[in-house]
Structures are given as structure tokens and as C-alpha cells.
């Protein structure tokens, strides 16, 4: 066995349950388009996904020609007020700080970097990670491994190097198609 030398962590329900403080922002943006969207809808659709790929499906459901990257963009504004609704998986955060002597990190996500800023910043994880790779840096998000295969490429190590953490099947999927081993994390 190749012996790790990368953790790549997914953001949104592996690092840190963001489900309250996501659907919070999004169904605030989304209300002032005339759309109203129930928690459990939204966690069915958005699970795992970047906002290109449900936000257009909740709005032709809602029959609302709004433009989604509007929504985006005020919902990334709405969210940075809404951090302490955040929690963070603290045992990850843990194997995180045990491991950066041994290996190098990257937060590997679909969240816009304003998201994933916010989210680091004000739980103080910024300097957690070598590199971050986030839904604004690739053109294909996951189940692609593009994301994974840029924070490989900054790391400057191979797939086989690396040790995922995911709590989605598409995050899973992504990881497989990239070839690294993988984890599944299941936030309580």
C-alpha cells in the first residue's frame, strides 16, 4: 500500500454540517423570487450538488425564470451571516491538525470560494489547508473528478497518494473516478 501523502476533505457535510445555515440562505434568496422551498426538497436536490446543478431544477419546479447565478450571489451574501448556524466535525478537524507534519491538506469542494471562505474564516480552519480547491475554480463539478485532479496537481501528488474524505455519492463517485481511496463521512 502507497503510503498517504494528501488528505483531500470535502466542505459541506463532511468538514462541517452547513445543512441548517444552506437551506436558511437559499430558501431567503430564493423567497425573494416568489419561491418558497421546504427543507427537506431542498436537502433532495441540492445533497452533494454545486448550485448550477439544482438551483435551475427549483426554479422551472417553481415555474420562476429568475436567473440562478443571481440567486447564488445573494444567497453567498445571506450565508456569511449565518456561520454560527455551522458546526464543524471537530474529530475531522482533529485528524487534520495530527496529520499536517506527515502529509500535505486540501479542502476539496463544490461551495463557491465566498462560501467556503466565510465557513473557514469564522471558525478559524483557514490555515488548515495547503491549497483549497473550490466550485469557482473548476468548469465541472462533482460526480467530475476536476476538482479533486486540480488539488492533486497544486499538492504536486498523484491519486494514489491520497486519502478522501466525502459524505456524498456524488462526492464518493468523484473520488473513485479520480482513484484515490476514499472515506465516507456520516455527520450525526
Not at 72 to 95: E, F, H, S, W
Request: glycine share 6%.
Amino acid at each position: 500500500m502507497t503510503p498517504i501523502r494528501a488528505i483531500l476533505v470535502d466542505l459541506d457535510g463532511t468538514l462541517a454540517d452547513t445543512a441548517a445555515a444552506n437551506h436558511a440562505a437559499y430558501a431567503a434568496a430564493l423567497a425573494e423570487h416568489g419561491v418558497a422551498v421546504e427543507q427537506e426538497r431542498f436537502h433532495a436536490l441540492s445533497f452533494g450538488r454545486n448550485w448550477r446543478q439544482f438551483l435551475p431544477v427549483m426554479l422551472e419546479e417553481a415555474g420562476v425564470g429568475s436567473d440562478p447565478a443571481v440567486i447564488a450571489a445573494r444567497k453567498a451574501q445571506l450565508y456569511a451571516g449565518m456561520m454560527d448556524m455551522v458546526a464543524i466535525n471537530t474529530p475531522l478537524v482533529r485528524l487534520l491538525q495530527l496529520n499536517r507534519a506527515l502529509c500535505r491538506t486540501a479542502l476539496v469542494t463544490t461551495a463557491s470560494a465566498a462560501n467556503a471562505g466565510a465557513i473557514l474564516a469564522h471558525h478559524g480552519l483557514v490555515d488548515l489547508f495547503d491549497t483549497i480547491v473550490t466550485g469557482s475554480d473548476v468548469q465541472r463539478h462533482k460526480p467530475d473528478p476536476q476538482a479533486y485532479q486540480l488539488a492533486a496537481e497544486r499538492l504536486e501528488v498523484l491519486p494514489e497518494d491520497c486519502l478522501i474524505f466525502e459524505d456524498s455519492d456524488i462526492g464518493m463517485a468523484s473520488a473513485s473516478a479520480f482513484g484515490a481511496q476514499a472515506i465516507r463521512v456520516v455527520l450525526a
